[in-house]
Structure formats: C-alpha cells, structure tokens
C-alpha cells in the first residue's frame, strides 16, 4: 500500500522541498495551507488544501474555523502521517481524527516562546507532547523543548540541507556577473536572506556598504530577495550614495540560486533570530567565505576565524570591519570557503535529511498499520 503523507505547514521552499522529495520516493503527499512564503515555488502536481489566511489579529475569529476545516480535510483524506511545520496550534486536527503526527520547527515559533503567554506556551507544549516524534533544524531548538519538558528521545536534529548536486564548488557563476556587469576585478558580497521581515536586518549590510566603500572601492552587493522593505531599503541606498554598487536582484528560482552565490566571493547574512539557516549552508556549500552574525544558530556551524567570520548582530561597524579583511585577504577567504564546503558536505547534504526523516516516517506508519 502507498503510505500517505498530509502536511500542515506554510507553502515555503522548506515544506515544498520535503513534498516533492517524498512524492519522487513513492509517497502520496499534500498540504494544507493557510499562508504563502514570498519564495514558495509552485505547487503543480501536489494536492493543495487552502485555509483561510490566519494572524495574530484574525486569530480570535478565524483559528476554530480553521481547525474544523483540517479536521474535515483529514477526515476526507486519511492520511497515514501528518506531519506539522511550524504551526504547532493546529496539531488538535491531527489528534482529533486519530492521526500520528510528526511536528517540525523552524525556528522563530519556538524561540519566541519564553516570552509568549501562558496559553501558547501550553499549547505549543501539548502539541509537542502528543506529536509521535519532534524534529528541529538546530540543537538549541533541541535544547528550549527539553527545557520545556519535552523527552529528550523524542526530538531528532535534521538540518534542512543543501543538494550537493546543485550546490558545490564546481558551479560557475561568470553568466550571472556577466549579466548584472560586475567586472572580473570586482570582489563580490551577497545576501540571499528575505527582505519581508526586520529580523533578517538587511539594512545592516546597506549601512556597512559605505563604510566597506572607504576602504576599497571595486566591490560589489548582490541583494537577493524580495518583500515589503525592499523599497525601503533601495531608498536607504539612494540616500546614502552607493546604489550604483548594489545589485537588487528580485527572486531568485532555486534551481539559480548556486549560480548567483558562485558569482559572489563573501556571502553576508545579518539576521538576529535564526537557527540553522539553509542560506548559510547553500553559501557554504558552495565553497564562500562567509561573514554572519554570532548567534546560537550560527555557530552551529561557523567558527570565528576558522571557517567563516562572526560579528554582533546590528552592528554594521564591525561588519564592515570584517568585510574589509576578507576583501583584502584571497588567501583567507579561500581557506574559509574550503572549510565550509567540506562541513557541508560532511553535515548538511539533503539526501540525509531526507533518508533520516524518512526513517522517521516509516516507523511511525508501520505502528499505525
């Protein structure tokens, strides 16, 4: 029999990837969605279950229509796993219709909760108790569920992962330089994180930029992504002087992604609340000197002067500082890049996650059967 798998989770590149992945391996998939990430690829040949758009504000209205409306899709559907991203509250649907479930955090859901009320906090406690098995992307989610009470054998880290057959060091990136005149001498910084929430703090890279421009002159910005604050911060470029350096390159379809990071010689991300970060790990993959911000989730996997550069997150000073001696050091920079891909490929390569997740899938399925 063909094992099912139902989602509930947000249509992002994160969920869209597991759907497919499981489909290609002989899984009947779905998803039921109430929201859409700005870089959600289409889903084409994967059943889709709308749900109204649910907020903070609409919540109070919205959420038990919502819940009932799951409960009905699950019913109609049965499948043999659901498997929860990020939204924990909708984890009584699964319960309800005697579904086992799998919850997957991303990230923020959880580690926000200290400062959450009683009620979310309970309830995000409840969904992890009763979900068959929890998975997170970083060990300090790992960490904030134990101190909540969650078993710490119910909880498995399985990083997202890059494709090593589409990221590596061996992609060429010329075409992409080519195509948005950046001149061979040029040395290249990128940021591949989303411009739709202030927590990625891009305009910390956007200050940086003069300061960087000081030093060295023949340096270039590739600003990937698009959103509400894009705007704002091309006027932030305008008034500061140095729009002529930067590069805002709208969406990028992933299947390009490994292409614009191998024109870029440094990659930048500037978030302040994240845990592993899949950008991070394509950057690394890719074999680029990284410069990211020292938090938990960061250094995870980055070092400080070992396989990459960390500095305060808000701080476009000490950015600026760090860019300046990748700039100026070849040497370093490809002493860094060698070091991330080979600990990418060591910890980070999708068709693990995927064949751990999996595991996972199998064995719950087979105690239902």
């Keep these: 029999m063909t094992p099912s798998v139902c989602y509930i989770s947000p249509i992002s590149i994160h969920s869209v990837r597991y759907l497919e992945e499981f489909q290609l391996r002989g899984y009947n998939t779905s998803i039921i969605a109430d929201s859409q990430t700005w870089i959600a690829p289409a889903l084409t040949s994967i059943p889709v279950y709308t749900l109204p758009g649910l907020t903070r504000k609409n919540a109070p209205q919205r959420y038990i229509p919502n819940l009932l409306k799951a409960i009905k899709i699950l019913k109609r559907i049965k499948p043999d796993l659901v498997h929860i991203h990020a939204q924990h509250y909708y984890s009584p649907a699964a319960t309800i219709?005697?579904?086992?479930?799998?919850?997957?955090?991303?990230?923020?859901?959880?580690?926000?909760?200290?400062?959450?009320?009683?009620?979310?906090?309970?309830?995000?406690?409840?969904?992890?108790?009763?979900a068959s098995r929890v998975t997170v992307d970083?060990?300090?989610?790992?960490?904030?569920?134990?101190?909540?009470?969650?078993?710490?054998?119910?909880?498995?880290v399985i990083p997202f992962g890059v494709d090593l057959k589409i990221f590596n060091p061996e992609v060429d990136g010329a075409k992409i330089r080519k195509k948005h005149g950046i001149e061979k001498s040029d040395i290249v910084l990128i940021s591949t994180?989303?411009?739709?929430?202030?927590?990625?703090?891009?305009?910390?890279?956007?200050?940086?930029?003069?300061?960087?421009?000081?030093?060295?002159?023949?340096?270039?910005?590739?600003?990937?992504?698009?959103?509400?604050?894009?705007?704002?911060?091309?006027?932030?470029?305008?008034?500061?002087?140095?729009?002529e350096h930067i590069h805002f390159v709208g969406l990028v379809p992933h299947d390009q992604m490994a292409n614009y990071l191998k024109a870029a010689d440094i990659y930048v991300s500037t978030c302040y609340v994240d845990t592993t970060s899949v950008s991070l790990l394509e950057a690394m993959a890719c074999g680029l000197a990284p410069i990211v911000t020292d938090i938990v989730g960061n250094r995870e996997w980055i070092t400080d002067g070992?396989?990459?550069?960390?500095?305060?997150?808000?701080?476009?000073?000490?950015?600026?500082?760090?860019?300046?001696?990748?700039?100026?050091?070849?040497?370093?920079?490809?002493?860094?890049?060698?070091?991330?891909?080979?600990?990418?490929?060591?910890?980070?390569?999708?068709?693990?996650?995927?064949?751990?997740?999996?595991?996972?899938?199998?064995?719950?399925?087979?105690?239902?059967?």
């Excluded at 086992?100 to 309830?123: A, C, D, M, Q």
């Excluded at 970083?138 to 498995?156: C, F, H, S, V, Y």
């Design 97 to 130: 219709c005697n579904i086992p479930y799998i919850l997957t955090s991303w990230g923020t859901e959880v580690l926000t909760l200290p400062i959450e009320n009683t009620l979310i906090r309970i309830s995000s406690r409840n969904a992890a108790m009763r």
């Design 138 to 156: 970083a060990n300090l989610l790992k960490t904030m569920w134990r101190q909540i009470g969650i078993p710490d054998n119910k909880i498995e």
């Design 193 to 243: 994180r989303p411009l739709y929430n202030h927590h990625y703090n891009i305009e910390s890279l956007v200050h940086a930029i003069p300061l960087i421009l000081k030093s060295y002159k023949h340096v270039k910005f590739i600003i990937k992504g698009e959103g509400p604050l894009k705007g704002h911060l091309q006027n932030l470029a305008n008034r500061l002087g140095i729009s």
């Design 306 to 369: 070992v396989n990459g550069f960390l500095f305060p997150p808000k701080n476009p000073q000490a950015l600026a500082e760090k860019a300046v001696c990748l700039i100026e050091n070849e040497d370093l920079r490809k002493r860094f890049g060698e070091r991330c891909f080979q600990t990418a490929n060591q910890r980070a390569s999708w068709s693990e996650s995927v064949s751990k997740m999996e595991c996972i899938y199998q064995s719950i399925i087979a105690r239902g059967r």
